[in-house]
């Protein structure tokens, strides 16, 4: 489902060829001005469309501690095999796949006394059917007590469809806005003059939504795609 909004034009710059002299202005955010007799105005429109993610990062690993380094570095290996392996099973294409850590390092009791080695093996996961989030998760969490949850992001894979429609969003703010000062300036809006995109925000991580299923714990929120444009309009 496609969410808009539009936001208050940011700024209003308006050359009607009503005043003689220098240039006058008001406040910071609407200006009148005398411009070669040429009746213009300058709007900036801001549109925005909420979307739903539908890619899911998970970030999992392993964490083991025995007395040497060779054995806390072998049990680290073995239990990261165990948890891709859990995850290809879940459907996880070994594409989707990537080690994001690997580590190994002595633990002290009384520095530089050593009670133990520390190793760690990371797992990034890209999950794209959100719809299975939880399954794999617990999928992860089956595999035993080594695997550790490190957390998980949300991305949308393509949101051009989404930023195209911030675009219309953000023009027809930015229309209606100029309309209306037109309108209180006692003329006519003509037509563009000249357009601009100021600024374009792409999606972003999201407190995630309430849960929609009894049994899911994990949901993806929404993320917002938003746009600023310039737009300039001749006057009649």
Same mark, same amino acid.
């Given at each position: 489902?496609?969410?808009?909004?539009?936001?208050?034009?940011?700024?209003?710059?308006?050359?009607?060829?009503?005043?003689?002299?220098?240039?006058?202005?008001?406040?910071?955010?609407?200006?009148?001005?005398?411009?070669?007799?040429?009746?213009?105005?300058?709007?900036?429109?801001?549109?925005?469309?909420?979307?739903?993610?539908?890619?899911?990062?998970?970030?999992?690993?392993?964490?083991?501690?025995?007395?040497? *380094?060779?054995? =806390?570095?072998?049990?680290?290996?073995?239990?990261?095999?165990?948890?891709?392996? *859990?995850?290809?099973?879940?459907?996880?294409?070994?594409?989707?796949?990537?080690?994001?850590?690997?580590?190994?390092?002595?633990?002290?009791?009384?520095?530089?006394?050593?009670?133990?080695?520390?190793?760690?093996?990371?797992?990034?996961?890209?999950?794209?059917?959100?719809?299975?989030?939880?399954?794999?998760?617990?999928?992860? *969490?089956?595999?035993?007590?080594?695997?550790?949850?490190?957390?998980?992001?949300?991305?949308?894979?393509?949101?051009?469809? =989404?930023?195209?429609?911030? &675009?219309?969003? =953000?023009?027809?703010?930015?229309?209606?806005?100029?309309?209306?000062?037109? &309108?209180?300036?006692?003329?006519?809006?003509?037509?563009?003059?000249?357009?601009?995109?100021?600024?374009?925000?792409?999606? &972003?991580?999201?407190?995630?939504?309430?849960?929609?299923?009894?049994?899911?714990?994990?949901?993806?929120?929404?993320?917002?795609?938003?746009?600023?444009?310039?737009?300039?309009?001749?006057?009649?």
């Amino acid at each position: 489902m496609i969410k808009m909004s539009h936001a208050v034009a940011a700024a209003v710059l308006v050359s009607m060829g009503l005043f003689a002299g220098p240039a006058f202005a008001d406040s910071g955010t609407a200006k009148v001005m005398v411009e070669d007799d040429r009746p213009q105005i300058t709007v900036v429109g801001e549109g925005s469309v909420s979307l739903k993610p539908d890619v899911m990062r998970l970030n999992a690993g392993v964490e083991v501690r025995r007395a040497t *380094a060779g054995e =806390a570095f072998g049990a680290a290996r073995t239990a990261a095999a165990a948890l891709t392996q *859990a995850l290809l099973q879940a459907g996880v294409p070994a594409e989707d796949l990537r080690t994001s850590e690997l580590s190994l390092g002595p633990e002290y009791e009384n520095y530089p006394k050593i009670s133990g080695y520390r190793a760690a093996q990371g797992v990034e996961a890209v999950i794209r059917d959100v719809e299975a989030a939880d399954d794999i998760v617990d999928a992860v *969490a089956a595999v035993g007590e080594d695997v550790r949850l490190n957390g998980v992001t949300f991305e949308v894979s393509d949101p051009r469809g =989404a930023l195209e429609a911030a &675009r219309e969003a =953000a023009f027809k703010d930015a229309k209606a806005r100029a309309r209306q000062y037109a &309108r209180l300036a006692g003329r006519q809006l003509g037509p563009v003059v000249n357009i601009g995109e100021e600024s374009a925000s792409l999606p &972003r991580p999201m407190m995630a939504g309430a849960a929609m299923a009894d049994k899911a714990s994990i949901s993806p929120g929404r993320q917002a795609v938003s746009v600023s444009v310039r737009v300039v309009f001749a006057l009649t």
